[in-house]
């Protein structure tokens, strides 16, 4: 059975987020998940909104998604493309599901003349880290992630 790979649409937002659950219990991250089907729903589905999905089958069976959006480069003065997930349920690891997707998003940076997609990983997820390295990817060792959120970024607007 082929994989296939199409347009998510509002109707899968339950699907969207029952795999984002998955994918935070396997980051150890659950109770990080504070998003409901709805907002799901609203934040990539509305008319205004600047998150794109797809979902993966195996038939009629979801079996994953990506999440991502455009970004600026000002050194190379293009836009770029951010993959915020990219999930392949266990079951359907192995089978060239993941790199079908990721290869697909590729395709859609070259076309929407992207200079960049980029994404990031933990750095105990030595799988993702395996599969990353074997497409041709390459760590960005020299850049620190920052980010504020919740209460800090609250606090510090305020301030």
């Given amino acids: 059975m082929s994989v296939v790979i199409r347009n998510a649409v509002p109707a899968d937002a339950a699907t969207i987020h029952g795999f984002i659950v998955?994918?935070?219990?396997?980051?150890?991250?659950e109770h990080e998940v504070k998003a409901s089907i709805a907002d799901i729903e609203r934040s990539i589905?509305?008319?205004?909104?600047?998150?794109?999905?797809?979902?993966?089958?195996?038939?009629?069976?979801?079996?994953?998604?990506?999440?991502?959006?455009?970004?600026?480069?000002?050194?190379?003065?293009?836009?770029?493309?951010?993959?915020?997930?990219l999930y392949i349920s266990p079951k359907h690891r192995g089978g060239g599901a993941g790199k079908l997707l990721l290869r697909h998003?590729?395709?859609?940076?070259?076309?929407?003349?992207?200079?960049?997609?980029?994404?990031?990983?933990?750095?105990?997820?030595?799988?993702?880290?395996?599969?990353?390295?074997?497409?041709?990817?390459?760590?960005?060792?020299?850049?620190?992630?920052y980010r504020l959120a919740d209460e800090d970024l609250t606090s510090f607007a305020s301030s």
């Fill in 22 to 29: 998955e994918l935070a219990v396997y980051e150890k991250a």
């Fill in 105 to 145: 998003l590729a395709q859609i940076a070259v076309q929407e003349g992207c200079g960049r997609f980029e994404w990031s990983v933990l750095d105990w997820n030595q799988p993702a880290i395996d599969f990353y390295h074997a497409v041709g990817a390459k760590p960005q060792s020299e850049w620190i992630k």
């Fill in 45 to 85: 589905f509305s008319v205004d909104s600047p998150v794109k999905a797809f979902i993966c089958l195996k038939g009629d069976e979801p079996i994953g998604f990506a999440v991502y959006f455009y970004n600026y480069s000002t050194w190379q003065g293009k836009k770029g493309m951010y993959l915020e997930d």
